[in-house]
């Protein structure tokens, strides 16, 4: 089983300051992790992905996170936050199961509303 | 082009009735999923079908029922809707059924009144 928990409902930062989205997981299994956004009323959109390669993943729109497997998390970042960057973001796990499928059965966490002030 | 595409995009019933709500994918892939998306944000997978076959069929009521005519299109639909029902259904896409990333369509706003 696998779970996700985003530390954060909402996070309210000022422009031109870092993005600090936090993210644990759970797995029973080795994990891929992601992060998607949602901008209001449109579909969801992959920010960047973890699938056991390097371990700082770096994504669109000048996001990154580093897989962090000692803490089980996947903590989103950005150095300097746009106004564009205001939307809901979901912290993903699947399972990479033994035998290599998981059948793309994705778990989202709760979302984490992000505010940017100008 | 819009690669994930679903219709209506919003859906106002009364409880009891059936109704459908349909998606289809121009991007070529093979796997096809439907979430549902509560009030409180929260996204859940209900089905997937890789190339017209059921493969994730999640606790859902089985007044849900998924139906692929071709692997380009996934429609869900409802019969008797409740209450219970009224959330946002996503469709969304991978290449293929272990691609970890999916496309997502617009959503469907379904309220039950």
């Known amino acids: 089983a696998q779970s996700v928990t985003q530390l954060d409902s909402h996070v309210s930062v000022s422009e031109g300051t870092p993005v600090l989205l936090r993210c644990n997981y759970s797995?029973?299994?080795?994990?891929?992790l992601f992060w998607y956004v949602q901008h209001p009323n449109k579909g969801l959109q992959l920010l960047l992905k973890y699938t056991s390669a390097a371990t700082l993943v770096k994504g669109i729109n000048g996001f990154e996170a580093e897989f962090k497997k000692s803490e089980t998390s996947f903590h989103l970042t950005k150095p300097s936050a746009h106004m564009s960057d205001a939307a809901e973001y979901f912290c993903?796990?699947?399972?990479?199961?033994?035998?290599?499928?998981?059948?793309?059965?994705?778990?989202f966490g709760q979302g984490t509303i992000l505010t940017v002030h100008p | 082009d819009t690669a994930v595409s679903q219709t209506p995009k919003y859906l106002v019933t009364q409880m009891g009735n059936d109704k459908s709500i349909k998606c289809e994918q121009n991007?070529?892939?093979?796997?096809m999923y439907w979430y549902k998306q509560d009030s409180k944000k929260f996204l859940k997978i209900m089905f997937s079908y890789n190339n017209k076959e059921l493969i994730i069929n999640e606790t859902v009521p089985n007044r849900f029922s998924p139906k692929s005519p071709d692997k380009a299109h996934l429609n869900l639909h409802i019969n008797s809707l409740e209450l219970g029902d009224s959330a946002v259904y996503f469709c969304?896409?991978?290449?293929?059924?272990?691609?970890?990333?999916?496309?997502f369509g617009p959503g469907t706003r379904l309220t039950v009144t």
């Open positions: 991007l070529g892939h093979d796997t």
């Open positions: 969304a896409s991978s290449q293929w059924v272990d691609s970890y990333e999916q496309y």
């Open positions: 993903v796990v699947t399972p990479r199961v033994a035998g290599g499928t998981s059948y793309g059965k994705l778990t």
């Open positions: 797995s029973s299994y080795s994990p891929s």
